[in-house]
């Protein structure tokens, strides 16, 4: 082979070589991104694994469907906001489902009957900080004046402990730092197992087909307040979810009836038929 095509294809092959390293790569970020940090763990472990826990993460083998709790709790960011959020809590009310909601401290100030609203139907309140800036951004100081400012927001209107324990990222954005700080404070940072981008102009079918093709257990389900195609999509997702034998939980009872393993390493399960597909 002449010396310029031998170049040319080790060339090629060490192209090569690099995308599928980094196929892999991102495909183990995408298996040992954690759903949530407890404030009692090892966040650097969890957030810049090394290479021997991406490696391991590629070669394990799936979760039975049958080993994991049918657990499901459904999380609403931002707000809360008039019109949307009592239409969204009259679907819940109507489909029987107590759901986590992180609330925006400022906008809890503009419309505290809402957030009062939001308690008296039973769900969890927890702090989506006080006003919604991009944490990963922000030192130390900030993300904690942000965390404290919004817990003490939403306890003068609507106090409910979640709201110094559970903490969201607002668009989830954060770096190690962030989860350091919120640990420190005394929290747990809640992140998800999915995200079916409600936050963009989707259809309710879309919506409905994303979480029905992606379910696992026990799982966390990243949604948002003020959409009116999740509050659509509600009733067909919910039943789906019941005829497959889950229940629906908030994010606190979740964290004490499974373990923070089970919610990183949930199994996937078919809404359809209630079999786990691999």
Not at 19 to 41: C, E, F, I, M, N
Request: glycine residues 6%; positive net charge.
């Amino acid at each position: 082979m002449p010396r310029t095509a031998a170049l040319a294809a080790a060339a090629l092959a060490a192209a090569l070589a690099l995308y599928a390293g980094r196929r892999l790569w991102l495909k183990s970020d995408d298996l040992l991104r954690p759903a949530v940090v407890l404030r009692g763990q090892d966040a650097r472990a969890l957030l810049q694994p090394s290479l021997g826990a991406r490696l391991a993460a590629l070669v394990r083998r799936a979760v039975p469907p049958d080993a994991r709790p049918r657990l499901v709790a459904l999380t609403f960011d931002d707000g809360p906001y008039p019109v949307t959020t009592p239409l969204l809590l009259q679907r819940l009310r109507d489909v029987r489902v107590r759901a986590t909601f992180f609330l925006i401290g400022r906008d809890a100030e503009q419309f505290p009957g809402l957030a009062r609203a939001v308690a008296a139907d039973g769900h969890e309140l927890a702090n989506h900080t006080l006003t919604h800036p991009d944490l990963d951004g922000l030192d130390d100081a900030a993300v904690r004046a942000e965390l404290a400012g919004g817990a003490a927001a939403l306890g003068r209107i609507a106090p409910d402990p979640a709201e110094r324990r559970l903490f969201r990222p607002p668009h989830g954005r954060y770096r190690l730092a962030t989860v350091l700080v919120a640990q420190r404070a005394g929290y747990d940072t809640v992140l998800w197992n999915d995200d079916p981008g409600d936050w963009r102009s989707v259809p309710a079918a879309a919506l409905r087909d994303h979480l029905l093709a992606r379910a696992t257990a026990p799982e966390i389900v990243l949604l948002h307040s003020g959409r009116p195609a999740t509050i659509a999509a509600l009733p067909d997702v919910v039943a789906r979810y019941r005829a497959a034998g889950f229940a629906f939980v908030t994010v606190g009872e979740l964290l004490r009836r499974c373990s923070i393993e089970a919610l990183d390493r949930p199994a996937k399960i078919s809404l359809a038929s209630g079999v786990g597909r691999n």
